[in-house]
């Protein structure tokens, strides 16, 4: 079955640490995107690709950094520099040219920094 | 400034009620409007407007874009139990979706 898998479900760790969030998609999708998602918040937008190789900064990248060195795999990083890491990560995504409804999302990862 | 703005923020209501939901978005860049639900885990996706006045139906739900106010409502009728979720709104644009802050309905039985 093709889909998008985002591991762990649920990550600890101590403040000061940086952590690395995994995403695998088996679609072939050019496209993938990471969102934030806090209480009481929509999805914000984190970091976006839309080719192997290149990615942009979406509208909350401080404190992030994402690599993009296959086309199945774009995994975010969260680093010591990021102020409030504790928060709900999703990851999705499109194949390029295509329309929003057809972008998937992964289960998601619900970061927890003390 | 948010571009893209939901209301009611959270809403309670009683199962068999009719709710409707706001969502306004900007001019800039626009291609289309989109809705999910979402229960504490990804977003299901709902449905996707492009064209003003033409409603879209699934079950008891149902939803409208109306370019010219820059907005969509998405409706809820009967309401159950099982509606209670958040419901994000989301502009989409050439490469990405900006999504509103979303209302939180609560149905209670």
């Known amino acids: 079955d093709g889909g998008i898998t985002q591991s762990p479900k649920y990550l600890f760790r101590k403040e000061g640490q940086n952590v690395t969030l995994s995403c695998e998609q088996n679609l072939n999708h050019d496209a993938m995107y990471w969102y934030r998602q806090d209480p009481g918040q929509g999805l914000r937008l984190i970091y976006y690709?839309?080719?192997?190789?290149?990615?942009q900064k979406g509208d909350i990248a401080e404190g992030y950094s994402v690599s993009r060195e296959k086309k199945e795999s774009f995994p975010l990083t969260v680093t010591s520099a990021q102020k409030n890491p504790t928060a709900f990560y999703l990851c999705?995504?499109?194949?390029?040219?295509?329309?929003?409804?057809?972008?998937?999302f992964g289960p998601g990862t619900r970061l927890t920094v003390t | 400034e948010d571009k893209v703005v939901q209301s009611p923020l959270s809403l309670v209501v009683h199962e068999g009620d009719t709710v409707t939901l706001n969502c306004s978005y900007e001019?800039?860049?626009?291609?289309?409007l989109l809705w999910y639900k979402q229960e504490k885990k990804a977003p299901t996706f709902l449905f996707m407007l492009?064209?003003?006045?033409i409603e879209k139906k699934s079950g008891r739900l149902s939803s409208i874009l109306d370019k010219k106010e820059l907005s969509s409502i998405l409706n809820i009728t009967a309401t159950q139990t099982g509606d209670s979720a958040i419901y994000l709104c989301a502009q989409g644009g050439s490469e990405k979706l900006v999504f509103g802050k979303g209302t939180k309905l609560t149905v209670n039985p």
């Open positions: 999705a995504s499109l194949q390029q040219g295509r329309p929003f409804d057809e972008q998937y």
């Open positions: 001019v800039t860049n626009f291609r289309s």
């Open positions: 492009t064209s003003s006045g």
């Open positions: 690709s839309q080719i192997v190789n290149d990615f």
